[in-house]
């Protein structure tokens, strides 16, 4: 099983619907992080959270919300897609030396 | 905004030959971590190597190994005895201290010919 969980992973919808992403996680790290990637944009942040109290904006969060349910569990919501919002969504926890564990990535279209 | 800078959108390399990918990257940090991560088609992220900047030695893993150059905020992916399962986008990724958020660079599609 892996250890970073995603659902769904492909999604295709309307402009104008709301999508939850939602990522879980048994690796035990406090920080979970959002990213998108895009085709020759490589991964930017949406948001990030160092614990279930602690959620902070990341380069390109406008549009987008999250969720800390739980120390396990890292939610992205849209609250109204749009096409722009079309990508490849990509879920991450981390350790204290850096590097990202990333989930299998949620594929978006917005129609 | 500091970045992470991938000069080559595109490289190919012959299978079991050796290329070099290149990195260069915007800090006004001392200590920090760089990466580079491997994308296949799957579309799996998966780190290739780490460097931590306050270590002079390069980091190397099996048939990749970095030439990270502080100085010049360098940081460069050598991959020997290139495979088929090579064939991936790479990206090169920098963390700053203390927040351990990644930034990357644009990728470099790398194939591998037979």
């Known amino acids: 099983d892996a250890d970073v969980t995603q659902t769904p992973r492909n999604r295709i919808t309307k402009t104008g619907k709301r999508i939850m992403l939602e990522c879980s996680q048994t690796k035990g790290h406090d920080r979970m992080y959002w990213y998108r990637q895009d085709p020759g944009l490589g991964l930017r942040l949406i948001y990030y959270s160092f614990d279930v109290k602690d959620i902070n904006k990341g380069e390109i969060s406008d549009g987008y919300s999250v969720s800390r349910q739980a120390q396990a569990k890292f939610s992205l919501s849209l609250e109204s897609a749009i096409p722009n919002q079309t990508a490849l969504y990509f879920c991450?926890?981390?350790?204290?030396?850096?590097?990202?564990?990333f989930g299998e990535g949620s594929r978006l279209t917005v129609l | 905004a500091q970045t992470v800078t991938q000069s080559q959108p595109e490289m190919s390399v012959q299978e079991a030959e050796t290329v070099t990918l290149s990195c260069t990257y915007d800090t006004s940090e001392n200590n920090y971590y760089l990466f580079w991560y491997k994308q296949p088609p799957s579309r799996q992220m998966i780190l290739v190597i780490r460097?931590?900047?306050?270590?002079?030695q390069n980091a190397t893993e099996n048939r990749f190994s970095v030439n990270f150059q502080k100085a010049a905020k360098s940081f460069s992916l050598k991959i020997s005895d290139s495979q088929l399962g090579d064939t991936a986008m790479y990206f090169c990724a920098r963390s700053g201290a203390g927040s351990y958020q990644l930034t990357f660079g644009k990728g470099t599609k790398l194939s591998v010919i037979p």
């Open positions: 460097q931590e900047a306050y270590k002079q």
């Open positions: 991450a926890t981390s350790r204290h030396t850096g590097e990202l564990f």
